[in-house]
């Protein structure tokens, strides 16, 4: 069984439909709760990073000519403010 591991945060606005009802998940960066979309086989939040690893035969494809499309890999979003924008920290 082969796994990859995927680090993936989808970043901004996104609809309610898609969060799991699930406890809210604190990471220090970003001052917003956090929910997972379609859950990972597991994931590991350090101070300065997430490692989410991802099941087998998951991905996030959308084709240019709508022939096929697939949307079953994880994901870890929040609902940002209107105004929110992420930079990168200079240290």
Request: positive net charge.
């Amino acid at each position: 069984m082969r796994r990859i591991i995927l680090i993936i945060i989808i970043l901004g606005v996104i609809t309610l439909a898609g969060l799991h009802a699930q406890d809210p998940i604190k990471f220090s960066r970003i001052p917003h709760p956090l929910s997972w979309t379609n859950k990972p086989i597991s994931y590991k939040i350090n101070p300065e990073s997430i490692f989410i690893e991802a099941g087998e035969k998951t991905d996030m494809f959308r084709d240019p000519n709508v022939t096929y499309n697939t949307d079953n890999a994880p994901r870890l979003s929040f609902i940002a403010d209107p105004n929110f924008v992420l930079t990168r920290d200079p240290s």
